[in-house]
């Protein structure tokens, strides 16, 4: 499919996500039932409704908050409306989307084969050709019911059985017979994906391979030009993308790890035995990923980025000369190195690195949607580089910590690699988190991504 795009005006419109919906509690799953849009007029329902007619009648996406990242949405029924995504992104076309529902009943209405339809009186029964009936809740595999009752709405996508014939787009499963499915906690999300109608396709609204979007600004940075609608609710409260798991499999594996941990899994009945699934052949282009995010170099920043593992940096206590003089020796432009640093755990600021004082210190702060959630902050500071041999002044360095908490480090990722890239750093040398089986796996795998050395 062709990759350009005539330019486009984008707009960024808030939207509060105050007061916009609530669920209806299912029979079954209280916190994840029926939502039910407000009917009490605002600004924010007001563009709500726009969006949601823009999705219904247009191919180009429109990029929404979730709790996670910020997503790029079309309706998922729709061939030329998902291709719009695939356009946008300039994403390859065999790396499979994950579909966002609005509640239970729509999910219920995607897993029912598009020639059963007919006849439906409550959402959870369909008349057959024979006159007999069979339950669209039972469509919902038993192993996932605990999940869903315990993690929905929030940062988990299940895999499912895809109907034939199927309710989506096929463009939406890259040719898969399954198809990953969540219900994003962000009322803004569920709002929008209710007043649509259907549910929307929606990977991270980035610029393929970059990093992902946790603000609106983001998103503009990325794709100004190349969508019109930009829905700004504030920064995202997880920060990495939801966790993808297959319970259609014994043992159950986690397929992307993200917003919910392992230990929280295995807490869940049938759960158990779940077990890591992203470390196998197509994270290394041998077959076609099974999930989004397992196949290609994702979250990837224009500068180089190093990356020290937890252990190698609690060790070595900063950057490594040579890994900094080879960084100088190999450039290739002449100008002043730019060099970045983001630090989590371990690292003093400037991570060994011979510098001036720091004495330019800037927050970087975005405001939320009437305080709907805290504000996102970045503390970048910056002074003059030099050399390790001579010690004269060669560049710039620029250091931010993003804390040693594990969400804290999630939520400020993305964010950090973005900024340092805003800066113009030549090179990003990032201390890792543990690897262990909270959020920071998820962490870990995104900055391995991102990298292109990594220290071990």
């Not at 057959?128 to 038993?142: C, F, K, Q, Y």
């Amino acid at each position: 499919m062709s990759q350009d795009l005539p330019r486009m005006k984008t707009r960024v419109l808030r939207v509060p996500e105050k007061d916009l919906g609530k669920f209806r509690g299912d029979e079954e799953y209280e916190q994840s039932g029926l939502w039910e849009v407000s009917q009490t007029p605002s600004p924010s329902l007001q563009i709500l409704h726009e969006a949601a007619d823009y999705l219904r009648t247009k191919d180009t996406p429109v990029a929404f908050p979730t709790e996670t990242v910020y997503g790029l949405g079309a309706d998922a029924t729709r061939s030329s409306a998902v291709r719009g995504i695939y356009t946008a992104k300039r994403r390859p076309a065999d790396n499979p989307l994950i579909i966002h529902v609005s509640d239970l009943d729509m999910l219920r209405r995607v897993l029912t084969p598009e020639d059963t339809t007919n006849g439906t009186t409550n959402g959870k029964t369909n008349a057959r050709t024979n006159g007999t009936t069979e339950t669209i809740h039972d469509r919902i595999p038993e192993i996932y019911k605990p999940l869903i009752e315990r993690f929905w709405p929030g940062p988990l996508t299940i895999l499912l059985p895809n109907p034939t014939p199927s309710k989506l787009a096929p463009e939406v499963t890259a040719g898969l017979k399954t198809f990953g499915v969540r219900m994003p906690k962000s009322p803004l999300a569920l709002s929008l994906i209710k007043l649509t109608g259907a549910p929307l396709a929606a990977p991270s609204a980035n610029a393929s391979t970059k990093p992902s979007p946790t603000m609106a600004e983001h998103v503009l940075e990325d794709l100004d030009g190349r969508i019109e609608l930009i829905l700004d609710g504030g920064p995202c409260h997880v920060g990495v993308e939801s966790t993808v798991v297959d319970g259609l499999c014994d043992p159950p594996l986690i397929l992307r790890p993200g917003g919910v941990s392992i230990d929280e899994l295995r807490s869940c009945a049938g759960w158990e035995k779940i077990e890591k699934g992203y470390k196998d052949q197509s994270e290394s282009g041998k077959a076609a990923p099974r999930a989004p995010g397992m196949k290609y170099k994702h979250y990837s920043p224009k500068a180089k980025v190093v990356l020290y593992e937890a252990s190698f940096a609690a060790a070595k206590d900063g950057i490594q000369s040579e890994d900094f003089d080879a960084f100088v020796q190999n450039r290739q432009s002449q100008e002043d190195p730019h060099v970045g640093i983001i630090r989590t755990r371990y690292w003093k600021p400037a991570a060994g690195l011979q510098c001036g004082d720091f004495e330019k210190r800037e927050t970087v702060k975005t405001e939320t949607s009437q305080g709907s959630q805290e504000a996102a902050e970045l503390d970048v500071q910056e002074t003059a580089l030099y050399d390790t041999t001579s010690g004269a002044s060669i560049g710039k360095l620029m250091d931010i910590s993003i804390g040693a908490d594990t969400r804290s480090i999630a939520q400020g990722l993305f964010s950090a690699l973005r900024e340092l890239d805003r800066r113009g750093a030549d090179i990003i040398f990032v201390e890792g988190t543990v690897d262990d089986e909270d959020i920071g796996a998820a962490v870990m795998n995104r900055l391995r991504k991102a990298a292109s050395r990594i220290r071990s």
